[in-house]
């Protein structure tokens, strides 16, 4: 039996949670079943990932994150050639740019199933009507096109069933789910070392994976900071284009010693040991690896009442959610934990056994793995 051939596109090559998602899904299809191929832009560290897992990838000319006219004309191109040429029996299909190009393009090229991962509606970002009535339209024209659109958290889901005109039976929900296996986590004085922690005894260390775009609102998080005892310290672990501005914030609010630019670590995951709570304050989030990771770390979780996040945090059970923008409600979250901190372990208990049994990544690999079989 022929195998199944499967090529996964995404925009952008750095890592982030899109780009962990289509490597974890690369990487354990099973090589008796599928011959498994990666397309992006960029020349991001995906590329040298898959490579070390002997996947195939292959890069896209003038594909990025910035809307320009001639080169997505020029990209779209590259993609019809390639998908006329490597004649994929499907093509899975992450981020909204490539989202619209790829599912235009597999319908000339005639791929027979194409199938988009929504990572959070690109909509609900904060821009002017106009721009967010067309960006609708765009993200409803992919949908149209493929074949299926996996939905990862219920705020899209939900969205998603007022789109006209195309059958709800197109919009599948299969949360991100996670291998507990895949991440082993540092001992603290280990995670601290890596992270050049130097810290005194007493501080209280309050961290956060991100990736410093307008969405994660880490800009909020410093705010909050500056409302804390100066014995509390935020780590701010990944990189961005919006991470001189997190550090104007920090300087403008006087907390630019207690703040810690760690900058990106490839193993951000195994060392949430390092901190005492958890914070995402995301503006707009879908369903992110970062809290999945920080509960199975059972840190104390204080986030954004956001997008997919209530589905990983019941507020008081298994973490703290805040409304988004709200540095003051952050400070109170963090206060509270550290004088009660054995509400605080309560909370990271209870989020490790929630996402060990409701985001299961062989559940997620199964239920993908059938949309690829048709």
């Known amino acids: 039996m022929a195998k199944i051939k499967i090529l996964y596109i995404i925009t952008k090559s750095n890592w ?42 292959m890069r896209i000319p003038h594909l990025e994150k910035r809307v320009r006219i001639a080169d997505e004309l020029r990209a779209f191109r590259e993609l019809v050639r390639m998908l006329w040429r490597e004649r994929p029996d499907v093509i899975h299909l992450n981020s ?45 024209i992919t949908s149209l096109l493929s074949h299926y659109t996996i939905i990862l958290s219920k705020f899209d889901f939900k969205a998603s069933q007022i789109f006209p005109l195309i059958s709800k039976r197109k919009f599948i929900f299969i949360p991100n789910g996670i291998d507990e ?6 001992a603290r004085a280990e995670a601290r070392r890596e992270l050049g922690l130097e810290v005194p005894e007493n501080s209280f260390v309050v961290g956060c994976i991100t990736e410093f775009t307008k969405n994660k609102g880490t800009q909020y998080a410093v705010e909050a900071l500056a409302r804390l005892p100066q014995n509390v310290k935020l780590v701010l672990l990944g990189d961005g284009e919006e991470k001189h501005e997190a550090e104007t914030t920090a300087v403008k609010f006087g907390v630019r010693d207690r703040v810690y630019f760690t900058g990106f670590k490839e193993n951000a995951g195994s060392l949430l040991k390092a901190f005492d709570l958890f914070m995402f304050p995301s503006i707009k989030e879908g369903l992110p690896y970062a809290l999945l990771e920080a509960g199975l770390a059972e840190l104390p979780i204080i986030a954004s009442h956001v997008g997919g996040i209530p589905d990983i945090i019941e507020n008081g059970k298994d973490g703290i959610l805040v409304e988004p923008k709200n540095a003051k409600g952050l400070s109170k979250a963090v206060n509270q934990l550290m004088e009660d901190p054995a509400k605080g372990a309560e909370l990271g208990t209870h989020a490790r056994e929630k996402i060990r049994e409701s985001f299961s990544f062989s559940t997620m690999l199964d239920r993908t793995r059938a949309l690829y079989r048709g």
């Open 96 to 140: 909204s740019k490539i989202g619209l190009l790829g599912a235009i393009a597999g319908r000339i090229a005639r791929v027979p199933t194409i199938i988009f991962t929504a990572h959070g509606w690109p909509f609900y970002e904060e821009r002017g009507s106009i721009a967010n009535s067309l960006i609708w339209l765009a993200s409803w």
């Open 181 to 186: 296996e895949s991440v082993v986590f540092a």
């Open 16 to 57: 982030g949670g899109a780009q962990r998602y289509v490597f974890d899904l690369a990487t354990h299809l099973p090589q008796e079943t599928f011959d498994t191929m990666v397309a992006a832009g960029g020349s991001g560290n995906l590329f040298s990932r898959l490579g070390e897992q002997n996947i195939r990838t």
